[in-house]
């Protein structure tokens, strides 16, 4: 079954962006780590349902000094404002993951670019087969896949620094993003189509992209906008 997994947002300051969301939303933080291979630092804020946003910087400006394609995309993306980047979905099945890959004429990518170092070591590994890749999904505005067979370590249930906020999400309702839906599901082809992916879609006719996240909270509904992706 394929469902919205996590939401990538892009800044020129981790602690900044994340602590604005904080205030914006109630919601805690948790730190997810850092991907050694592309300098980025991340912190994680749970929507509920096993749904997630993660912030990205980075956190190694040697990659940029030594112009790292990926250090300089995101700050390319992020010098005008925090941004949504990525817009995940997931799957428990491969052959959806398979599929989906014929479907954009790529192989599955087997591993999470640059890796990643948890700072929470038990909760176990990331996910690593996905398709499309970064560089053929959100700089498009467009979703990827990950492959995620089971929920019992999910990055969303990671337990809130204290402090950080009181506010629980308790998931997903609705997501704002460009285009249509004929453009959405001419890109997902016969894989899932965008009614079963259980949260209301809105649709805009603007640039690809997500544009808006709206959640459930103890504290009621909440809305995050932000600009997206740069295409």
Not at 8 to 35: E, I
Request: glycine share 12%.
């Amino acid at each position: 079954m394929i469902s919205l997994d996590h939401i990538a947002v892009w800044s020129d300051n981790l602690y900044r962006t994340t602590v604005d969301l904080s205030r914006a939303t109630g919601l805690g933080s948790a730190d997810g780590g850092y991907f050694p291979g592309l300098g980025l630092g991340q912190k994680l804020l749970s929507l509920g349902d096993y749904v997630y946003i993660e912030v990205e910087s980075i956190v190694d400006h040697r990659m940029i000094a030594e112009r790292a394609p990926m250090a300089l995309e995101l700050e390319r993306q992020s010098a005008n404002g925090d941004c949504f980047a990525g817009l995940c979905l997931r799957s428990d099945n491969l052959d959806e993951i398979a599929e989906f890959a014929r479907h954009r004429g790529i192989a599955p990518s087997e591993n999470i670019a640059g890796g990643k170092v948890r700072m929470v070591p038990a909760q176990g590994s990331a996910p690593s087969v996905h398709a499309p890749d970064f560089w053929n999904s959100w700089r498009l505005g467009k979703p990827n896949i990950y492959y995620v067979p089971d929920l019992a370590n999910h990055s969303s249930l990671l337990p809130p620094q204290p402090g950080t906020g009181d506010v629980r999400g308790t998931g997903v309702i609705s997501i704002e993003i460009g285009g249509t839906e004929p453009d959405l599901q001419a890109w997902l082809g016969d894989v899932v189509k965008p009614a079963e992916l259980g949260i209301e879609i809105v649709y805009n006719g603007g640039p690809d992209g997500l544009y808006a996240v709206t959640f459930d909270s103890t504290a009621g509904p909440r809305t995050i906008r932000l600009n997206p992706i740069s295409l």
